[in-house]
């Protein structure tokens, strides 16, 4: 509906970029999309909308890259659960009169990314209009064999890691993320992760969902924590430090997870990861927050100061 | 990310309101949702995004007819495959500023139309912003043990059917449709439906695509077309004719099918259905979309002349 015929143009090219996919009996240019599931117990499903002025501006995100991360974002969240993702739709409202180039490069961002996972792209809802640009992606994932790993299942005594390095993502990295599928596969299937979920509104907002759900208290490390030197660039910006940026900073991507103290050393020992991992901290009984300085004093994590600025 | 207090307290409403549902294992709360399907082979997925000033304007919508919408255009793709909807998801970009009872309303909306279909609301991503509403829906179902019907089955000499009546949709039925599922299904177990789509861009450029998908030409009957009371009102309010109306209005969110002629018979004979079924044309060789005109005359069907309204 409300289809002009530069969307029909764009919807047939989508359609002609969109190769047959063995889990999609059925693709773009029906009702729906027909797709096959291996294993009907373990379907995964998530949702993000990006939207211009909120989430990227123009310049200087570029369509590929805007495409890239409106996809990127959902397999993030399936790395989370440590599941495989297998499919995708995408619901776009372009801005009236924009360059058919713009949207094709906006699918090829998608394009590129969801071929270097298998994610087969599934079909779509493609609208113009006067407001600014709107991308919608929901993603479709299975677990493993060994199931999906929730934000719950944290346990007093677990060890606290994250992926990579924290902070300063907006200068960046949030355009051009890798998510962390690779390496929520490989760390699930060396060690028995309790709870896990991807970092994307700041580590200190993120570990309290974790403490929340699995009602438990955690201890950072002050000295733990991994900064980027994204981070220590914007602390050169603004009045907070690179600590600050790190522990509060939305749109890391990484991986943030708990497991036994036992997994904890062996990972140390010998990482499956071609990235950094850092132990971060320690699940503790109760609900609080806190901190271990560089002293050594434990006190509470000052994240309301933070909160605002999320 | 970019969630403010608002957004958190909508959330945990949302989250309340989602009951828990035996084909959800995890729902609202973590990275994706985990979804249960019965049959893994047949996973129908659907997207559609609705904007405001283009799929609606408010007034005259209500937030709670917008939600209907939103989840109803979404369930009329489902039931144009003879699906079974089984789950969505949500993602919403809110105006800032707008009351929280608005989100409450388009959500009720949403739930009302879920609860009568047995759909489980899975998750979602709520944001807000400083541009109009939009509200994407992807909806997740499955076909019934006969398999889904596309748009490429029809054959010449099969009979073409729609449910309903048609045109004017715009003036208040395209915000409360029920959505033909469950007449979708009741055909789908009495007749072999050949091809079936929903009539969302008007019944000329819907049928155009069963034409395109099957191979084939059809040849409508002027005289057989159902018209609504609201395109014969319609038709006094501007220079097109009820006819017109019904047949390149969008929205109407009826049944477009093709059958056997022994089917059409058994269906005009004892029709399954508690709706209008009118038989309104003729599956033929070729490719050309014709009108067997009131008087008997087969002319070609004037589909151009309308295609700029759509």
Same mark, same amino acid.
């Given at each position: 509906m409300n289809t002009g015929r530069h969307e029909f143009e764009l919807i047939a090219w989508i359609r002609q970029q969109t190769r047959a996919h063995e889990r999609i009996p059925l693709g773009i240019g029906d009702d729906t999309a027909a797709l096959a599931f291996p294993n009907p117990a373990n379907c995964l499903v998530t949702v993000d909308m990006l939207m211009e002025g909120v989430h990227f501006t123009m310049p200087p995100a570029t369509p590929r890259q805007i495409g890239h991360k409106a996809l990127a974002v959902n397999l993030s969240d399936i790395a989370a659960m440590a599941g495989r993702p297998l499919a995708a739709v995408i619901s776009l409202a372009l801005p009236r009169g924009i360059p058919a180039k713009f949207a094709e490069e906006l699918y090829a961002g998608i394009g590129e990314l969801a071929d270097q996972f298998g994610v087969a792209i599934a079909g779509g809802d493609t609208n113009s209009w006067q407001g600014p640009l709107v991308i919608s992606i929901t993603a479709l994932g299975e677990t493993t064999d060994r199931g999906a790993v929730t934000r719950s299942g944290a346990r007093p005594g677990d060890a606290i890691f994250v992926t990579g390095e924290l902070g300063g993502? +907006?200068?960046?990295?949030? +355009?051009d993320f890798t998510p962390r599928i690779n390496e929520a596969l490989k760390l699930h299937e060396t060690v028995d992760l309790h709870a896990m979920l991807d970092v994307s509104d700041g580590l200190a907002a993120d570990l309290q969902h974790i403490v929340e759900e699995s009602g438990v208290g955690v201890i950072l490390d002050e000295s733990a924590i991994p900064i980027s030197p994204a981070a220590q660039t914007a602390a050169g910006q603004d009045d907070r430090s690179a600590w600050e940026h790190a522990l509060s /900073?939305?749109? /890391?991507?990484e991986l943030l997870f708990t497991v036994s103290e036992d997994d904890a050393v062996r990972l140390l020992a010998n990482?499956? +990861?071609e990235i950094p991992l850092s132990r971060i901290g320690t699940v503790v009984d109760g609900n609080e927050m806190q901190l271990r300085t560089a002293a050594g004093e434990v006190i509470p994590l000052p994240v309301s100061g933070w909160k605002h600025l999320l």
């Amino acid at each position: 509906m409300n289809t002009g015929r530069h969307e029909f143009e764009l919807i047939a090219w989508i359609r002609q970029q969109t190769r047959a996919h063995e889990r999609i009996p059925l693709g773009i240019g029906d009702d729906t999309a027909a797709l096959a599931f291996p294993n009907p117990a373990n379907c995964l499903v998530t949702v993000d909308m990006l939207m211009e002025g909120v989430h990227f501006t123009m310049p200087p995100a570029t369509p590929r890259q805007i495409g890239h991360k409106a996809l990127a974002v959902n397999l993030s969240d399936i790395a989370a659960m440590a599941g495989r993702p297998l499919a995708a739709v995408i619901s776009l409202a372009l801005p009236r009169g924009i360059p058919a180039k713009f949207a094709e490069e906006l699918y090829a961002g998608i394009g590129e990314l969801a071929d270097q996972f298998g994610v087969a792209i599934a079909g779509g809802d493609t609208n113009s209009w006067q407001g600014p640009l709107v991308i919608s992606i929901t993603a479709l994932g299975e677990t493993t064999d060994r199931g999906a790993v929730t934000r719950s299942g944290a346990r007093p005594g677990d060890a606290i890691f994250v992926t990579g390095e924290l902070g300063g993502s +907006l200068a960046g990295k949030h +355009l051009d993320f890798t998510p962390r599928i690779n390496e929520a596969l490989k760390l699930h299937e060396t060690v028995d992760l309790h709870a896990m979920l991807d970092v994307s509104d700041g580590l200190a907002a993120d570990l309290q969902h974790i403490v929340e759900e699995s009602g438990v208290g955690v201890i950072l490390d002050e000295s733990a924590i991994p900064i980027s030197p994204a981070a220590q660039t914007a602390a050169g910006q603004d009045d907070r430090s690179a600590w600050e940026h790190a522990l509060s /900073d939305g749109e /890391d991507f990484e991986l943030l997870f708990t497991v036994s103290e036992d997994d904890a050393v062996r990972l140390l020992a010998n990482s499956p +990861l071609e990235i950094p991992l850092s132990r971060i901290g320690t699940v503790v009984d109760g609900n609080e927050m806190q901190l271990r300085t560089a002293a050594g004093e434990v006190i509470p994590l000052p994240v309301s100061g933070w909160k605002h600025l999320l």
